[in-house]
Each structure stands twice: as structure tokens, then as C-alpha cells.
């Protein structure tokens, strides 16, 4: 069974500073993705950024980027230069090779970026 | 279209009626997956589909819950005789089928609230 977990229930930032934050997994498929997802106040579920267990490199998308160590099954997330808007909920999840699979999510991280 | 489409955003019922929530997903995804979620936490798994057929149920309480996905209709997530522990968020999704690195499109929620 696959697991994500994220130690941080919140966290806080200064405008314009980075943050990382932390999600770690557990499976035993050897292909698999890995998710991030952010969830504001108005409860839609934005898709971020994505890695692929094989991926070499660690994924970016403009702000974001994904510290990816695979020996250590952990897979955090990096803002750079955090704005008032990226306050919201984040969300790790992973998903098993195929598809078809079901997202496994994380409890999720509230980040909030004080001005 | 390009968007999940749910419906409706907000659905009050009293504790023992009936709830119907619908999803259209994206034209050309052959997976659907409902998920629920309470208070912006948990993501917990419900049901998935693969086309018009039940591809994995096991987060399905299959007492009050039921599900389809008929052709040429919304997906449909009904349950009977809610309780005030179904108040939740539903969230339906959409993907691309076989492939790892297709990560889900959701849909904005339906709002349940059990009274």
C-alpha cells in the first residue's frame, strides 16, 4: 500500500522568501509519480508540478520545484520568492504505475505568506 | 470541454434524505475517480471508473453509496439516507488513460452539507 506523509500541519512565510515544504512516502512499486497540488481558500485543487520516479531531474515550474530524493522517499516542494496569494493548502500525492490508479494523498500543509 | 464539470456546487439535505451529485469529465478521459473530503483535510478514495464500468470500489460504503457512469450521461455519485458524517466536499476527477505522468483534472467540488 502506498502512503504520503506531511509532518507539517502549518507553516508560515515571508513575502518574497522561499519555503520548503515536506512530504515523504512509502511504496514498494518502483514506477511511480509524484504530485503536488495547492488548494486556496475557494476549494478548487490546482495541479502544481510533477515527478516520475525515474525522472533524473528534480521538476520545475516557474516558482516551484520539486527536491526530489528518491533514497529517502521524499519528495518536497520548494516555492522561491513566495507571494501573498500562495497562501492555501498543499497537498503531496503519489500514484503507482498506470493511469488508471488512484491519487494516494497526503494530510496536506497550510502555508500561509505574511506581508 | 477542458474542465470537470460538477454539479451542484452546494447541496443541503436533512439527515435521511437522498443526495445526487453529477460529474461530466473531459471529453477523451477514460478514468473517473471521486473522491471525499472533509473539513480541507483527508482525500479519501471512493470509486473509479474506467469508461462506463467500476474499476475500483474499495473506498466505497457501499450501504448508502452508489455510483455510475452511464455513456452520454454525467457520472453520478448518489447517497441514500445521508448522515450528518457525509457533510463533506466531493471532489470527482478526470485522466488520460496508461500513462504515469497523466495526473488527474478535478472538478470544483460539491459542496454536501447534512443537516
Known amino acids: 500500500a502506498q502512503k504520503i506523509t506531511q509532518t507539517q500541519p502549518g507553516m508560515f512565510v515571508q513575502e518574497k522568501e522561499a519555503v520548503t515544504l515536506d512530504c515523504t512516502y512509502d511504496?514498494?512499486?518502483?514506477?511511480?509519480?509524484l504530485f503536488w497540488y495547492k488548494q486556496p481558500s475557494s476549494g478548487e485543487m490546482i495541479f502544481l508540478i510533477y515527478?516520475?520516479?525515474?525522472?533524473?531531474q528534480n521538476a520545475t515550474e516557474g516558482r516551484y520545484s520539486l527536491n526530489f530524493q528518491k533514497a529517502r522517499k521524499s519528495a518536497n516542494l520548494v516555492i522561491s520568492a513566495s507571494q501573498l496569494g500562495d497562501s492555501a493548502m498543499y497537498f503531496c500525492?503519489?500514484?503507482?504505475?498506470?493511469?488508471?490508479?488512484?491519487?494516494?494523498f497526503g494530510k496536506g500543509t497550510k502555508l500561509t505568506v505574511n506581508p | 470541454g477542458e474542465e470537470v464539470a460538477q454539479t451542484p456546487k452546494h447541496l443541503v439535505r436533512g439527515e435521511g434524505q437522498k443526495a445526487k451529485l453529477y460529474c461530466a469529465p473531459i471529453?477523451?478521459?477514460?478514468?473517473v475517480f471521486w473522491y471525499q473530503q472533509v473539513l480541507k483535510n483527508e482525500f479519501k478514495f471512493l470509486i473509479s471508473?474506467?469508461?462506463?464500468?467500476?474499476?475500483?470500489e474499495t473506498g466505497m460504503p457501499k450501504e448508502r453509496f452508489s455510483a455510475k457512469c452511464l455513456p452520454n450521461s454525467p457520472c453520478s455519485l448518489e447517497i441514500q439516507a445521508t448522515k450528518l458524517e457525509d457533510s463533506a466536499v466531493y471532489f470527482c476527477?478526470?485522466?488520460?488513460?496508461?500513462?504515469?505522468?497523466?495526473?488527474?483534472?478535478f472538478g470544483s467540488g460539491t459542496r454536501l452539507t447534512v443537516v
Open positions: 471508473f474506467q469508461n462506463e464500468n467500476v474499476f475500483d
Open positions: 500525492a503519489m500514484r503507482p504505475q498506470g493511469g488508471s490508479e488512484k491519487l494516494v
Open positions: 511504496t514498494s512499486d518502483q514506477s511511480y509519480g
Open positions: 515527478q516520475g520516479s525515474y525522472d533524473e
Open positions: 471529453k477523451g478521459h477514460s478514468y
Open positions: 476527477a478526470s485522466s488520460h488513460a496508461g500513462s504515469i505522468n497523466y495526473g488527474y483534472t
